[in-house]
């Protein structure tokens, strides 16, 4: 049996009867998508000037498979999009949901390694090792090599495989790069953030290098001081250009955008100068960059072909940081946390493959789901021997149907704080609340052990800089919890706690957590290595661990074994011919 319980494809298995109790007790029924009208739209902010949505010239007989754009914002939050009420505009994000599917129920993690692990693998966490935090610059640690990637598997039915953006997935071996894990180019970043201008990363004080390749190698002649955003978008537009549309393509799009530092060119601050707080302003301006460019990349898809067999996925890695101006209001937390504001997401499906077109979509989807979701699409083939936590949701997706997912492993961290308070006796027996754990089943969630910070941030609380910025949502930690409990359907702002309520519920979902836990691997959070600084590797970050290294090693000592047993071997028969002469 597959981890969880299941082996993908199939439906909920008798191992879920936890969910079905569960459901029966909610107070809610999840609502199916609904129907959502759309107006078009001509010109608008954060578009280059003149620049419509024009229509696909002709380029042959599309083949079946579709093409298929991912596109991953990072750090997006929750309101931070047009249609979610945000005072950023966003006209091409809007323009495209509206006429998509929008994903009113979708979950990610709360930060940028666990998130794109599980887009590219399926799984969660805990069955990779990442678990814990994110893949530091300095760490050797990378997606363990044993697990096959997305692009693998879309590669085995013959699309062309393209990443752009941000990698975050581990370097410190050449096994571990983009173009060894499945992509046939990588143009992008491999740590979590930088500079968006000279693409330098301090990850500590003296511990500096260069962060931009072109596949293997550092992309010094690519670096012309263009805002990445921009530069990202171009070299998109060039893969599109040079590739026949009449084969299966596969673009992954990770944008740095809108992660800090907060930089973006001066033009896109245009609509933002009301806005007081800096960070919010700066913030607002990278967005409408990216805004942009994604109307670009859609541009490029009809200019060239493409986009009457494709399919586009909007998404972003995690909630956003309202410290870096983010915003997920109403949303309880933030990024880096298991409140909603960290884990629930923007995200949408823009596609003329689309059954339902302009839909609201309610049914659960996660972050894993697109793995068997695109294989199926590309019409690859799911091994039988890949224990998959992801679901093939495209029908709940294009034609309106209950999503085969009823629960969602948000995490189990053992590394991470533990609550001071925690304890078996407050897990009922079951598990220990000291740990940091979240998990959704229909329309409870379980939080445990210290889930981060907890408030909720208004959209006034960037109208100004000063002391009283914040309001009256304040939350006081409360001594000795480490135990919470809520209807999200019912209560999607996490602001009534049941677990004192529907102890019986708290139950049954700790006893889910502890099954999860059977299936665990070790975690994966390995020390720094010294040899990781870039000063050592041409003032790049890059692949430090050298494989050969360790095997010269290796054949050195196994050399002098070989010579001193030969040397003891060589003595022993000069002993031995010493003895008989005597």
């Not at 046939?184 to 953030?193: A, K, M, T």
């Not at 997912?405 to 925690?422: C, F, M, Q, S």
């Not at 229909?442 to 000063?466: C, I, M, R």
Request: aromatic letters at 10%; glycine letters at 10%; a positive charge.
């Amino acid at each position: 049996m597959a981890r969880g319980g299941r082996r993908w494809p199939r439906r909920p298995s008798p191992g879920r009867m936890v969910a079905a109790v569960l459901a029966g007790l909610s107070l809610l029924s999840l609502l199916t998508c609904g129907y959502l009208a759309w107006g078009s739209r001509r010109g608008g902010a954060g578009e280059a000037p003149g620049i419509l949505l024009a229509e696909e010239p002709a380029a042959g007989a599309p083949r079946s498979q579709p093409h298929i754009i991912f596109i991953l914002a990072d750090d997006q939050g929750f309101r931070d999009v047009g249609y979610h009420g945000s005072e950023i505009r966003t006209p091409t994000l809007d323009k495209l949901a509206a006429e998509g599917v929008k994903l009113e129920n979708y979950y990610v993690q709360p930060m940028c390694t666990p998130s794109r692990s599980q887009l590219i693998t399926g799984k969660y966490q805990i069955h990779t090792g990442l678990q814990h935090s994110i893949i530091r610059p300095t760490q050797p640690n990378c997606l363990p090599l044993d697990n096959v990637t997305l692009p693998q598997k879309l590669k085995e039915v013959g699309y062309s495989t393209h990443m752009v953006g941000k990698w975050h997935l581990g370097f410190y071996r050449r096994e571990c790069m983009p173009t060894q894990r499945g992509f046939d180019s990588f143009f992008g970043s491999l740590l979590g953030s930088g500079d968006y201008y000279t693409h330098f990363k301090c990850d500590s004080p003296g511990i500096c290098g260069y962060d931009l390749y072109e596949n293997d190698n550092a992309a010094w002649d690519h670096d012309n001081g263009i805002y990445s955003t921009q530069m990202y978008t171009q070299k998109v537009q060039q893969i599109l250009a040079s590739h026949d549309p009449r084969k299966p393509i596969f673009l992954y799009i990770a944008y740095q955008a809108v992660h800090s530092p907060l930089q973006a060119p001066g033009r896109y601050f245009e609509h933002y100068r009301s806005i007081n707080n800096i960070n919010r302003r700066r913030y607002a301006a990278m967005l409408a960059c990216l805004d942009e460019a994604i109307n670009n990349v859609t541009l490029a898809l009809r200019k060239y072909g493409y986009y009457e067999n494709s399919i586009i996925i909007y998404s972003s890695d995690n909630g956003g940081q309202p410290m870096a101006g983010g915003s997920n209001w109403p949303l309880r937390g933030s990024k880096g946390t298991y409140w909603e504001g960290g884990i629930r997401a923007v995200g949408f499906v823009h596609s003329p493959l689309l059954k339902n077109k302009g839909s609201v979509c309610k049914e659960l989807v996660h972050i894993t789901d697109w793995f068997p979701t695109l294989i199926t699409l590309a019409e690859g083939q799911i091994d039988e021997d890949i224990e998959l936590d992801g679901y093939d949701v495209w029908e709940t997706i294009s034609e309106g149907r209950r999503s085969p997912r009823v629960d969602i492993l948000h995490n189990i961290d053992p590394i991470y704080t533990k609550a001071k308070n925690g304890s078996w006796a407050a897990g009922y027996g079951i598990w220990n609340t000291a740990i940091q754990s979240a998990i959704r089943v229909n329309h409870w969630k379980l939080l445990t052990g210290n889930p981060g910070y907890s408030d909720w941030v208004p959209p006034q609380a960037f109208s100004n800089a000063g002391p009283n910025r914040w309001h009256n949502e304040r939350v006081s930690w409360t001594a000795g919890k480490t135990v919470w409990l809520f209807n999200i359907t019912a209560d999607p702002y996490e602001r009534v706690d049941l677990s004192a309520r529907h102890p019986e519920v708290v139950k049954q979902l700790l006893r889910r957590l502890s099954q999860f836990n059977k299936t665990a691997v070790p975690v994966r959070y390995p020390p720094k290595d010294p040899r990781s600084n870039p000063k050592l590797n041409g003032g790049v970050w890059g692949p430090w661990f050298k494989e050969d290294e360790k095997k010269k090693k290796s054949d050195k000592s196994k050399g002098a074994n070989k010579q001193k047993k030969s040397k003891n071997k060589k003595k022993e028969k000069q002993n031995l011919t010493a003895s008989v002469g005597q």
